[in-house]
């Protein structure tokens, strides 16, 4: 363990987020919503903490092994959100530190889930800050998934790595990590850009624009209005949203190679994308005829518009609401919550276990199947008509197992502390999921503001661990990881 | 989504039509209460499927605040508040 030169490349990182909030700094110049002093003097906290940070392990090696990537890893995602309350909690006195670290933790971990109301009064360049923290978050996670994560081997993450040899990544984007990730980025900043004009041309302010853009391209749901999308009641924005959700929730590698080679033949061979927009597909007009048929709207039309905004928010980890589907027969949320377990394909700024994994499991069940059948067969597990190798499976089902587990002890230590059960499994899977909004008490018309602190607390751990992929916080966490 | 009609009572109840159901909130609707009315209102329309609902606060006070609550996102969406006799 190289403690000072993780440290060291952390003071890198808080200097960076340092400059990160000149961004509703200047926001809040520009249209004098008087926040700019808290920008100002979380700036300069953080410059100082990072600073000092970097004097200090100026000396330490630049060398880092894989277990100190673990480590880094774990203390950007829990350090940065402590600097990021700052602008919070300078801003809106009355928050406490349990609620602004769940809000800064939920915007960097691309989750959207919040505890503050009264959004359309906050000053606008706060909610640029909710929302940047999103787009920095979703950032991070596409490097994290597809150039650090595939080197620690975490959970069959090998899978990620953009030189999987894969008919979709049958070439090395780049050589190294910094060159994919500075790719991965463009894409990133371009799709945020196209989706800023096009919710400009759908009708929205640009300030919506530009907070909604943050928030879709990272797949998190924070909302400048309490009513979230109900605000505009407009299929047209809604449109625009459904898109550029589903664009996010696709691997960033496939849409760099689709770029890279002018072609969209990428997104037929990428087996996690068919699979992700067929099995989205069919739950959208599924639930739609399923509402029509209850009678919780008047026509399949009026269904199908809700169901597809709404399924396709919560399944690609979203977490935006143009209704409270809270309200709708139980089945629809419920099996909207499923989805957002597995659906977001790897390599995009979608939480959940990952569309790869959930491949990996299904083939893994039909591949024991039939080795009841027929003991002697050699069957191995295909992705893409390429085998995958046994370790790599192992891990994928331990991950599975690690994360169904720890979705059943949130839920138990939320109901142990007061919530329904709905709430408390609901709030669990959209925590660990980094989807948002759940049911009942944390439903998409309600904040998280309820919940007591010691279940705030948990929450905001919950998101940690779904958005660092259960092992890599995991790990951090294990007496054997700190010994020598 | 087909809106479901609310009346409001603050005193002897009013006889309801079949199909109607009472709904007595459990804190004060207006204030604290605002967001546990919003989860009871949301769990008896989805589960009992009322053709109407009957809100029965203590005092008429709380109404004027109540009215402005029903006719704000989310439940102005769900609910249609039938004008006083």
């Known amino acids: 363990m190289r403690l000072p030169a993780v440290l060291h490349v952390l003071s890198l990182v808080l200097l960076l987020f340092a400059a990160s909030m000149l961004v509703p700094l200047a926001f809040s110049l520009v249209l004098a919503d008087g926040a700019y002093a808290a920008y100002a003097k979380a700036l300069g906290a953080t410059l100082l903490a990072g600073g000092a940070l970097w004097l200090a392990t100026l000396r330490a090696g630049r060398e880092l092994q894989v277990r100190d990537g673990f480590l880094l890893v774990a203390l950007v995602w829990t350090v940065l959100p402590a600097f990021a309350t700052l602008p919070l909690l300078l801003q809106l006195r009355e928050l406490s530190i349990t609620d602004a670290y769940f809000e800064a933790v939920s915007g960097l971990t691309a989750s959207g889930a919040t505890v503050l109301s009264g959004l359309d009064r906050l000053p606008p360049s706060l909610n640029i800050w909710r929302g940047f923290m999103i787009w920095l978050g979703g950032m991070g996670v596409i490097v994290l998934a597809v150039a650090i994560l595939p080197l620690l081997g975490v959970g069959g993450s090998q899978l990620f790595k953009a030189e999987t040899p894969t008919p979709m990544k049958d070439t090395k984007l780049t050589p190294r990590i910094a060159e994919t990730a500075k790719g991965l980025w463009l894409v990133y900043f371009g799709l945020t850009a196209a989706c800023l004009l096009a919710y400009r041309w759908a009708g929205m302010s640009w300030l919506d624009a530009a907070m909604h853009a943050f928030t879709t391209l990272g797949l998190g749901g924070f909302s400048t209005h309490d009513a979230s999308y109900a605000h505009w009641n407009s299929p047209k924005i809604e449109a625009v949203a459904i898109v550029f959700m589903l664009l996010a929730a696709i691997n960033f590698a496939t849409h760099f190679l689709a770029w890279h080679r002018r072609s969209l033949r990428v997104y037929r061979v990428d087996p996690e994308a068919k699979v992700f927009l067929g099995v989205v597909g069919a739950s959208v007009l599924g639930i739609a005829a399923y509402l029509a048929w209850q009678g919780t709207y008047p026509d399949y039309g009026t269904a199908l518009r809700y169901a597809a905004f709404n399924v396709v928010s919560v399944a690609t980890t979203t977490g935006y609401a143009n209704t409270d589907y809270n309200l709708w027969p139980i089945f629809a949320p419920l099996w909207m919550l499923f989805l957002c377990s597995f659906a977001s394909c790897s390599g995009s700024t979608g939480s959940g276990m990952k569309m790869i994994r959930a491949l990996i499991l299904f083939k893994q069940i039909f591949r024991e199947l039939l080795r009841i059948i027929h003991p002697r067969v050699y069957n191995p597990v295909k992705l893409a008509g390429q085998p995958v190798e046994n370790n790599v499976v192992f891990a994928v089902l331990a991950y599975v197992f690690v994360y169904v587990s720890c979705i059943i002890a949130f839920t138990l230590l939320l109901a142990l502390s007061g919530a329904d059960v709905v709430t408390a499994f609901s709030a669990a899977v959209a925590s660990m999921n980094n989807t948002g909004p759940g049911l009942a008490q944390v439903g998409p018309a309600t904040t998280y503001a309820g919940l007591n602190d010691f279940q705030t607390w948990v929450c905001s751990f919950a998101m940690l661990l779904g958005r660092l992929e259960l092992f890599t916080l995991l790990v951090v966490l294990t007496p054997a990881f700190w010994r020598k | ?85």
């Open chain 2, 1 to 85: 989504m087909n809106r479901v009609p609310v009346r409001l009572a603050a005193g002897p109840l009013p006889e309801l039509p079949a199909g109607w159901v009472t709904l007595r909130p459990r804190a004060c609707p207006c204030c604290a209460g605002r967001v546990e009315l919003q989860i009871e209102l949301a769990r008896l329309v989805r589960e009992q499927k009322p053709r109407g609902v009957l809100i029965e606060v203590p005092d008429a006070g709380h109404l004027p605040a109540l009215r402005r609550s029903l006719a704000e996102w989310p439940l102005a969406q769900y609910l249609r508040v039938e004008p006083a006799d």
